[in-house]
């Protein structure tokens, strides 16, 4: 499956912006989707990921209670909304897809090409 982010820019502390991946190949539903990300200098950090169906979610400790994820296999699309943006979350974000419901990147084997969000304080 080849994936493909969009959505990132610029935004100010407290505001928000939805990230959207989309995808090729009809064996999208068949993934468990996730997304992740990569500021400057740290390591890639899972943000949020949901299973098959949608039937179960997970979302990362830095983020819970502002950010969702959300998928719709009709239009091969899987949806990250990002509320209350910190400065902290700038950061290059990445969706990719895995054939198990995992939080690991190691188990993901197909990604996008990232897209930059930006807060500014």
């Known amino acids: 499956v080849q994936l493909q982010a969009s959505g990132g820019g610029l935004v100010q502390a407290g505001g928000s912006l939805r990230l959207s991946c989309g995808a090729s190949?009809?064996?999208?539903?068949?993934?468990?989707l996730g997304w992740f990300r990569q500021a400057p200098g740290k390591e890639r950090e899972f943000v949020a990921t949901?299973?098959?169906?949608?039937?179960?979610?997970a979302i990362g400790n830095s983020v819970k209670d502002r950010f969702t994820i959300s998928r719709d296999d009709a239009k091969n699309t899987v949806v990250l909304q990002m509320n209350s943006l910190k400065p902290e979350d700038t950061a290059v974000y990445y969706c990719?897809?895995?054939?198990?419901?995992?939080?690991?990147?190691?188990?993901?084997?197909?990604w996008g090409q990232g897209t930059l969000v930006t807060v500014s304080s």
């Open positions: 949901i299973g098959r169906f949608g039937s179960l979610t």
């Open positions: 190949g009809r064996t999208f539903s068949m993934y468990s």
């Open positions: 990719a897809a895995s054939d198990k419901f995992t939080l690991g990147p190691e188990e993901y084997h197909s």
